[in-house]
């Protein structure tokens, strides 16, 4: 069965409701699969930055330091030995590892879904009705968001760029975010104390998840 909830104007004033659909926000939470999509999305943006130099590429000349016997020093084949200062490392890092990993597009969905579900269940989802602001200002944002009493928030909007003035205007708030649908993330979803998703918004998101 489809739930009704309150439709908001910018000046969080009801103005209207809007029926749910059941096969997102009713959908169980399944914890180990948004715990899958959270791991797999930070290690999709992780970079393999950290990397040493083996013996074969460390700077230093190849030819043995002393003769092998009568110095009374140990044996010694090169200075870029690894048990020398400045020698080459052993199984040290390297740039060439991939931290990429992939998920069925699916499991993908199901996991949004289960997170939309559970922010639903936990009431951190606000629905509001389309709007778009005359100038990019960053101002008005902050009116806006403080209208809703949020200390941390995301503003979801449609894809099309019809309200790319708000996003430009959120970018300069730390703890605000405004972003369409296409560029929403499990992350964001999470990170945000609560949720505002448009009208339009909601429509394309109920498109995309219930196929």
Do not use: H
Not at 196 to 202: C, P, R
Request: charged fraction near 30%; charge should be positive; proline fraction near 3%.
């Amino acid at each position: 069965m489809s739930e009704k909830v309150n439709i908001v104007n910018k000046n969080n004033e009801k103005v209207g409701d809007i029926e749910l659909n059941e096969i997102i926000y009713s959908y169980p939470v399944k914890e180990a699969l948004i715990k899958e999509y959270v791991l797999l999305t930070l290690a999709n943006k992780r970079l393999g930055l950290a990397s040493t130099k083996n013996r074969k590429i460390v700077s230093g000349g190849g030819i043995k330091p002393w003769k092998q016997k009568g110095t009374g020093r140990a044996r010694a084949g090169s200075i870029r030995s690894p048990l020398w200062k400045g020698g080459g490392t052993i199984f040290g890092p390297t740039n060439e590892k991939n931290y990429k990993k992939d998920m069925p597009k699916k499991a993908r969905k199901a996991a949004v879904k289960s997170a939309l579900s559970y922010l639903f269940k936990e009431g951190r989802l606000t629905f509001i009705e389309d709007f778009d602001i005359p100038e990019i200002k960053t101002k008005e944002m902050v009116k806006f968001f403080s209208k809703f009493g949020i200390e941390k928030g995301l503003f979801i909007l449609p894809s099309a760029n019809i309200n790319d003035k708000i996003v430009k205007s959120t970018r300069n708030l730390a703890d605000f975010k405004a972003t369409n649908v296409n560029e929403i993330n499990i992350i964001d979803l999470l990170k945000y104390k609560k949720i505002l998703i448009s009208v339009k918004a909601n429509e394309e998101l109920e498109r995309n998840l219930a196929i």
